[in-house]
């Protein structure tokens, strides 16, 4: 937990010690929202056996941490110290120097030390927990990012079907530029600058279309914005070079063409 104001939970909140509590900056938001300081106030979170309430003290306030998933904020969040509100099950988190691995059987001895019938489960490292929790929407963008090659490749191969045929269309027409004294570079950036202009006609309207679509996306992206524009200008980016790659080859072709041959093409 990071803390925020006050101080965190201690071994002297016994259970003979004032009752206190810690909440998380979305739970002090919501109950004084005027209150830039909650530290001493108190909260009522649950009732003695009489049905009295069982008024606490703040005496800290922490982040608030995504319990339900990265995708969520999740509910908000108090916290209790064990003494004074004891529950049969719960997470023991141990911070250790080396191999987590390693250290589970450590923790496993010590607890049965403490209490052998005390049962022990669902032991996992950090890191695992994090990959359990963001295992579906990593699944979700690894079939996006095929999906987005396939539609590359695609793409590319759409560029180079289309530029190609134009050449081969407009044969005659190149042979009669380069009779006139064209230049092949000329004829070179006529059918690349032909291939462009299409590109990015397409690019600026697939770039509209991500735009309307950022909604969806928020919901596979943490830490990043839907709308970043460094990753717009990057995939932009990306687009123009595979076509520029696509339109090279037909153009490579076009200023090879022999312009007698040409001027008899039909």
């Known amino acids: 937990m990071n803390l925020l104001k006050g101080r965190l939970l201690e071994e002297s909140d016994h259970a003979e010690a004032p009752l ?11 109950a004084w929202p005027a209150e830039p300081n909650p530290i001493g106030k108190r909260v009522a979170v649950n009732q003695t056996p009489d049905g009295e309430p069982l008024w606490r003290t703040v005496v800290g306030v ?89 539609a590359l490749v695609l793409a590319a191969i759409g560029i180079y079907g289309v530029i190609s045929y134009s050449v081969s269309q407009r044969t005659h027409e190149i042979g009669i530029r380069m009779a006139l004294g064209a230049q092949p570079r000329d004829i070179f950036r006529l059918v690349v600058g032909q291939g462009m202009v299409l590109t990015l006609i397409g690019v600026g309207v697939g770039l509209e279309v991500s735009f309307a679509l950022t909604r969806f996306l928020e919901s596979l992206l943490f830490g990043v914005s839907a709308t970043d524009p460094v990753t717009f200008a990057g995939v932009a980016l990306l687009l123009a070079a595979v076509a520029l790659l696509a339109c090279y080859f037909p153009a490579r072709r076009a200023t090879r063409v022999d312009p007698l041959v040409a001027l008899r093409y039909e």
């Open 20 to 30: 206190v509590t810690v909440v998380d900056e979305s739970f002090a938001r919501r």
């Open 62 to 150: 922490v982040r608030h941490v995504k319990n339900y998933g990265l995708d969520t904020e999740g509910r908000e969040q108090i916290y209790f110290p064990h003494a004074q509100f004891p529950i049969s099950t719960m997470f023991v988190t141990v911070r250790t120097g080396g191999d987590p691995v390693v250290a589970q059987a450590a923790v496993r001895n010590q607890v049965a030390a403490l209490d052998p019938s005390l049962p022990l489960f669902n032991v996992a490292t950090m890191e695992e927990r994090l990959a359990e929790s963001v295992a579906q929407p990593r699944f979700n963008v690894l079939l996006l990012g095929i999906f987005a090659a396939v």
